[in-house]
């Protein structure tokens, strides 16, 4: 839904490191509409400007801890 946007994340990823490192970027399309300290000002501004669905909030941060997730499983089989 949102790959566009995301995509465009991660190709200028470095750049964006240079220029907002550890802020939330908002993202619409392939542009930085906005950044911000707070994930809730990120989205309660930009929801207040977009349709919700059509941005995209991304931390940035060096690497992929912002937007991979890893999960463990207790299951064991015999």
């Known amino acids: 839904m949102l790959d566009k946007e995301f995509n465009y994340y991660l190709k200028h990823q470095n750049e964006l490191l240079e220029k907002y490192n550890n802020r939330y970027l908002v993202i619409v399309g392939e542009n930085v509409v906005?950044?911000?300290?707070k994930l809730e000002d990120a989205l309660q501004r930009s929801g207040e400007k977009y349709k919700l669905g059509t941005f995209l909030?991304?931390?940035?941060?060096?690497?992929?801890s912002a937007y991979t997730a890893t999960f463990h499983s207790r299951v064991r089989f015999n």
């Open 57 to 64: 909030i991304q931390e940035c941060t060096e690497g992929d």
């Open 34 to 37: 906005g950044d911000y300290d």
